[in-house]
């Protein structure tokens, strides 16, 4: 049986009231007098990648200069760079600038053993996540508690704002299609920060492990879930600017299909396509760049839609996944047998979102059929918001 009991031990009160959308938004990790001095003389580890920075500076940088020892860093999918292609193997390396050892969370070791936590007093975690299930961060971030627990280690996150966190929407994951990119029956689209989603975690007993959590979190100052958020850093290399991260929530099924969603072009998530499509004015051509290597299609012209120019107040307003796209582009496509693989149920959580296009189901019926699960969802999530919720 799975057992976990929280300790919630905050390091700072919970948010409270509205904020105005004029006040700089400021994360956990920028508030370093609420942690580094519980960090001195402890031994730490970091869980961080590219976007773990401020004043441009990295975390590492920053705890290094103000005497912390860092004992190690444990780098999520696409590296402690940030530049690695999704799915991407990333080796264990040592950082050229600091020395620190740089261990993987990726492929066939996602979880922090025992040997890799021994002689650490303190984990922290901080991570730009974009509220997407199948996002892998969040998968991350779960196998990073459970060691932690299991280890008896202290677990400090830095909290973040999600730039998704404004909705809730999306196919909810069945537990037959669990996997790193969906470990929990939630939303494509579940509007939690990750400290949210770590109490979520707890609160409900989904993590495995026996042991209690030594959990503490910062959270976001002047942020709630109504507050427009564009990411300073790119999460990951893909994913360059706002329109691709809201975009990414629905062009992301496109990867369990014979669709390109633009990678290896300066548009990737915000362009469809494949050679021969007929439908919509776009043209690209995709081409191994950093973070994309040897794409589909590679050096072919693909034909489809660009969704660049979408205006950003318009999809921030939609508050919905973008189901026609799926259905335009399989109706375009000439082998129906050969447009779902696999991966898109597990990507979806569900075989329902296919088996509903394939059968001709309207855009507006196949998001009213996600309704009662989302709404169910909901009355859960709410337990553990830490900030103003959007409704």
């Known amino acids: 049986m799975k057992l976990c009991i929280a300790l919630l031990l905050f390091w700072l009160p919970v948010a409270g009231q509205s904020v105005s959308s004029t006040l700089k938004v400021i994360p956990g990790d920028e508030q370093t007098t609420n942690y580094i001095p519980q960090l001195k003389n402890k031994s730490v580890a970091l869980v961080i990648n590219q976007t773990a920075q401020f004043n441009n500076t990295l975390l590492?940088?920053?705890?290094?200069?103000?005497?912390?020892?860092?004992?190690?860093?444990?780098?999520?999918?696409?590296?402690?760079?940030?530049?690695?292609?999704?799915?991407?193997l990333v080796n264990d390396t040592i950082d050229t600038k600091t020395h620190v050892p740089v261990i993987s969370l990726y492929g066939n070791h996602k979880?922090?053993?025992?040997a890799d936590l021994k002689g650490v007093d303190v984990v922290v975690f901080d991570i730009q996540d974009v509220g997407v299930r199948f996002y892998t961060y969040i998968?991350?971030?779960?196998?990073?508690?459970?060691?932690?627990?299991?280890?008896?280690?202290?677990?400090?996150?830095?909290?973040?704002?999600?730039?998704?966190?404004?909705?809730?929407?999306?196919?909810?994951?069945?537990?037959?299609?669990?996997?790193?990119?969906?470990?929990?029956?939630?939303?494509?689209?579940?509007?939690?920060?990750?400290?949210?989603?770590?109490?979520?975690?707890?609160?409900?007993?989904?993590?495995?492990?026996?042991?209690?959590l030594d959990f503490h979190y910062i959270i976001c100052k002047n942020y709630d879930h109504n507050t427009l958020y564009n990411l300073p850093v790119p999460p990951s290399p893909n994913l360059k600017n706002i329109t691709a991260v809201y975009l990414y929530p629905s062009v992301c099924l496109f990867e369990g299909t014979p669709i390109s969603v633009g990678r290896g072009t300066d548009k990737p998530f915000e362009q469809i396509g494949y050679p021969g499509c007929v439908v919509g004015n776009d043209r690209f051509i995709p081409k191994t760049m950093?973070?994309?290597?040897?794409?589909?299609?590679?050096?072919?012209?693909?034909?489809?839609?660009?969704l660049s120019n979408l205006d950003i107040n318009t999809l921030k307003e939609n508050k919905h996944l973008f189901v026609q796209l799926l259905i335009d582009m399989y109706n375009a496509y000439p082998d129906k047998i050969k447009f779902f693989n696999d991966y898109f149920d597990s990507l979806a959580g569900t075989d329902q979102l296919s088996e509903q296009i394939k059968q001709g189901d309207s855009e507006q019926k196949i998001l009213d059929s996600w309704q009662p699960k989302i709404d169910a969802f909901k009355e859960v999530r709410r337990k553990y918001l830490l900030y103003k919720d959007f409704e």
């Open 111 to 114: 979880k922090p053993t025992a």
């Open 139 to 212: 998968s991350t971030l779960q196998y990073v508690m459970e060691a932690c627990a299991d280890n008896h280690l202290t677990f400090l996150l830095l909290d973040r704002p999600n730039p998704n966190g404004f909705y809730v929407d999306g196919t909810v994951l069945d537990k037959k299609y669990t996997s790193f990119v969906g470990l929990q029956a939630i939303p494509i689209v579940y509007g939690m920060t990750e400290a949210e989603y770590a109490n979520f975690l707890i609160g409900e007993k989904l993590l495995d492990t026996k042991n209690i």
């Open 60 to 88: 590492l940088d920053t705890l290094l200069h103000s005497g912390i020892h860092v004992a190690k860093i444990f780098a999520p999918e696409h590296g402690f760079r940030g530049n690695a292609s999704a799915g991407a």
């Open 290 to 306: 950093d973070g994309a290597y040897k794409p589909m299609y590679e050096k072919q012209i693909c034909a489809g839609y660009d």
